[in-house]
Each structure stands twice: as structure tokens, then as C-alpha cells.
Nanobody
């Protein structure tokens, strides 16, 4: 069974940095696009940054120049380096990935969308 597990969240002062990690595990053949989303209390989940299987990145305007997304295909991991954090960056951050994997009990691999459990990032002013 495919799992995405995030780590690296925590409490940091405004202007500080955090690095989020996300590790994929399971019967994985290939990971396509990977991304980080976030959801603040009372708000909808929003895309923060994405990275394709070939390393092409895209960022939400509100993090450009401050956050950097990267991945290691061999390790099945994606990271989000967050610098110059602001109180408005406070949210639960989720890892997302499109993964081609073999499901339990099946002889076929399917491409599905997976989410991690989320990691809390709190930025104090």
C-alpha cells in the first residue's frame, strides 16, 4: 500500500526557515508530479509548489522567491525549503503525488493521487 509521510513541521519565528520532507513508500513503479499544498484554519486547501518527474517546478505567487521545492526520484522523496517565513504561512502542509503503483490483490498497476497526513507549520510574529 502506498503511503506518503511528511515531517519537518514545527513552530518558528517570522523570518525563520523550515524544511519539510515527504517520503513515499509501497509498491511504487513511478512517481509523476509531486506537490505541496497547505490549508489554514477556515480556508480552502491551496497549492504551494509543484515539481514534475523531470524537475520542472511551479510556485504559487505568495511563495515565489521564498520557498524551494525539490525531489529525489531514487529516494522517492520531495522537500519544501521554506525561508523568510511569515505568520500568514501558518497552516497544515500536505504532500501530494501522482503515483503509478501496484495495488494489493491486483496484477495491474494504476495511476492514483495520494496525500500525506499533513504536518503543522506555525509562524509566530
Amino acid at each position: 500500500q502506498v503511503q506518503l509521510v511528511e515531517s519537518g513541521g514545527g513552530l518558528v519565528q517570522a523570518g525563520g526557515s523550515l524544511r519539510l520532507s515527504c517520503a513515499a513508500s509501497g509498491s511504487i513503479f513511478r512517481i509523476n508530479d509531486m506537490a505541496w499544498y497547505r490549508q489554514a484554519p477556515g480556508k480552502q486547501r491551496e497549492l504551494v509548489a509543484g515539481i514534475t518527474g523531470t524537475g520542472v517546478t511551479n510556485y504559487a505567487d505568495f511563495v515565489k522567491g521564498r520557498f524551494t521545492v525539490s525531489r529525489d526520484n531514487a529516494k522517492k522523496m520531495v522537500w519544501l525549503q521554506m525561508n523568510s517565513l511569515k505568520p500568514e504561512d501558518t497552516a497544515v502542509y500536505y504532500c501530494n503525488a501522482a503515483i503509478l503503483a501496484m495495488k494489493s490483490g491486483s496484477l495491474r498497476a494504476t495511476l492514483d493521487d495520494y496525500w500525506g497526513q499533513g504536518t503543522q507549520v506555525t509562524v509566530s510574529s
